[in-house]
């Protein structure tokens, strides 16, 4: 995979998220996949420590069925939130497996109290898409959203990132 080829990959992801596409985002991955936010050492092992998000794809479908219905009060309004990407690095592992790692900084609004109390979160994060390949398409088969104030104080991550 090129950089240019893992860059549209990424900017994709991200245009989706920003504009509430889920279940489109959720159909980059793959049937085995893992999404990960760590809460603390992003190298830890993740079934020894306490992340944000461990899901695998029947606790991601979960997650977004909660988040698409009428009574997910921290989402109400639901945020609007800008990914910006940079930093993208690939490692070629074979033809049908690749690396990617890169910088994101996702800045996420909510047109409610926020106004008052924070008027922008900001997240950034470094972040480690493992893809393979399926038929002719890149598939997400891990996620990781190493958060750089991940032990920090985080007021909402309702969102998805």
């Not at 998000?53 to 219905?69: N, Q």
Request: with cysteine; hydrophobic share 35%.
């Amino acid at each position: 995979m090129e950089r240019s080829e893992a860059e549209n990959f990424l900017y994709r992801e991200a245009r989706l998220l920003n504009t509430g596409k889920n279940r489109e985002w959720q159909k980059l991955f793959t049937s085995d996949a893992i999404y990960w936010v760590p809460a603390n050492d992003p190298d830890a092992d993740p079934e020894e420590h306490v992340s944000y998000i461990y899901d695998d794809m029947d606790l991601l479908e979960e997650r977004l069925g909660r988040l698409e219905s009428d009574y997910c009060w921290a989402q109400q309004p639901p945020s609007s939130t800008l990914h910006q990407i940079s930093n993208v690095e690939v490692e070629n592992d074979t033809d049908e497996e690749v690396t990617l790692r890169s910088n994101v900084l996702i800045y996420e609004y909510r047109n409610n109290v926020q106004r008052r109390f924070y008027p922008l979160q900001t997240f950034p994060a470094f972040c480690e898409h493992r893809l393979r390949k399926e038929g002719d398409e890149w598939k997400i088969a891990f996620k990781k959203v190493a958060l750089l104030n991940c032990d920090g104080e985080i007021h909402d991550l309702t969102f998805l990132i």
